[in-house]
């Protein structure tokens, strides 16, 4: 099977146009926007150059989708987190939060909830074990781990507006 034909086109103002023709000829495009958000178009079958479907998705939310089609390299060296009962999710810090400008300490999430933030995502940077001192900021993804419980009640913690 031959290589994914892919495109990228400039959109000066808005950030990168990827086109792809897949092996069924279908075609799809993703316009990564300079903002961080991203727009999956397909086109329909009959008239490639005419799209019948558009999303637009938040950056946490193309994140997520990454994720899901593109799993992560596992090796038998590493852990992975579903064999410990454990799970990983990313978590955005909205700018209207509570917590934009305070620190993570602030936050007594590993405290209240025994969830780990293992990571901060800030705009093309990753922050590995931020400390307690850390200062959040709006838009920043956390990556948090922990059991179910405790994630979903770390995720209502950064909720908190």
Partial sequence: MSAPRLRATPLPGIGVQYDLVTREHRHLSVVAHRDGTRTVNVYRT???????????????????????????HHS????????????????????????????LGDTRM???TGASVVAVLRRAEAIPSPTPAFRL???????????REGVDAAAAILGRE
Wanted: hydrophobic letters at 40%.
């Fill in 110 to 112: 590993r405290t209240e």
């Fill in 46 to 72: 009959d008239d490639p150059d005419s799209c019948a479907q558009s999303l637009r998705l938040t950056g946490a939310e193309a994140g997520a989708l990454i994720d899901v089609l593109q799993p992560s």
């Fill in 76 to 103: 038998s060296s590493l852990l992975s987190p579903t064999d410990l009962g454990l799970v990983a999710e990313r978590i955005e810090v909205g700018a209207t939060s509570h917590w934009n400008g305070r620190v």
């Fill in 137 to 147: 900021a709006g838009g920043d993804t956390l990556i948090v781990i922990g059991t």
